[in-house]
């Protein structure tokens, strides 16, 4: 939102903005049509942010510092992977703000390697240290 504002606003050169959560898509500009990196939104991918907030918010809550903790992101396409392997994105510590990154297959796979069957685990509670959530995630992936 307030990006795309201030780009109006001051009447920027850099329009249209563009913004992809799509890294494959983001290198693409990069690499085949430059001119257009100017217009690249600055806004992560939600599961970079995921990390960041994770890394710089979290670390601080439980008093231990971001390099000590480790974010898994479990992400639909491999190059979500070279994304997190970004020098860019990396905490002001330089600790990585997404440290590994599986693929929904590889969890998968992890998941029928180790014989887990989720029917019969327990129920646990909800680690809520953001507050409540609501199901709006759950179609957001749909």
């Not at 990196?37 to 510092?65: C, D, Q, T, V, Y």
């Not at 909800?126 to 609501?134: C, K, P, Q, W, Y």
């Amino acid at each position: 939102g307030t990006e795309f504002l201030h780009r109006i606003r001051d009447k920027s050169p850099a329009m249209p903005m563009m913004t992809s959560c799509c890294p494959g898509w983001i290198e693409f500009v990069e690499k085949c049509a430059p001119q257009f990196i100017p217009n690249l939104s600055s806004a992560k991918s939600p599961h970079m942010m995921g990390g960041s907030l994770i890394k710089e918010f979290f670390s601080e809550k439980i008093g231990h510092e971001d390099k000590d903790l480790s974010v898994t992101s479990i992400m639909p396409c491999v190059r979500k992977q070279g994304e997190a392997d970004r020098i860019f994105f990396q905490t002001g510590s330089g600790a990585r703000q997404v440290d590994h990154v599986l693929t929904t297959r590889e969890i998968g796979d992890l998941i029928k390697e180790k014989g887990i069957d989720f029917a019969s685990l327990q129920d646990e509670h909800f680690d809520d240290f953001l507050g409540i959530s609501t199901g709006s995630g759950t179609i957001f992936g749909t």
